[in-house]
């Protein structure tokens, strides 16, 4: 089956949050790092981290996944999700094979 390709946007909890994190709040940013990392081992991901937009960064990742479902579960299982929320389109991705 061919894979299907998504935008994730990573939306923080506050404009300031990647300036002011809380120690807590590093900590659960840090195992989101691993999280990802682990799914791009996995051939899951295919790029993710900040976005320096100067109106506010956010993070930001394309994921190529069987369908729909899949990125649920994948977005439901990242830490970040305590303390930030997810959007995610469908993307007509361009890859190289």
């Known amino acids: 089956m061919e894979k299907k390709h998504y935008f994730l946007k990573l ?8 300036q002011d994190m809380t120690p807590a709040e590093r900590a659960i940013m840090q195992q989101h790092i ?4 682990g799914l791009m081992d996995q051939g899951m991901v295919i790029v993710f981290g900040p976005v ?4 506010g960064v956010y993070g ?3 994921i190529a996944v069987d369908d729909e479902d899949q990125v649920r579960t994948l977005i439901n299982g990242d830490p970040a999700n305590q303390i930030n929320r997810y959007e995610y389109f469908p993307m007509r991705a361009i890859v190289k094979e």
């Open 34 to 37: 691993v999280y990802w990392r």
């Open 52 to 55: 320096m937009d100067p109106a």
């Open 60 to 62: 930001m990742g394309v």
């Open 11 to 18: 939306i923080p909890s506050r404009p300031s949050f990647s």
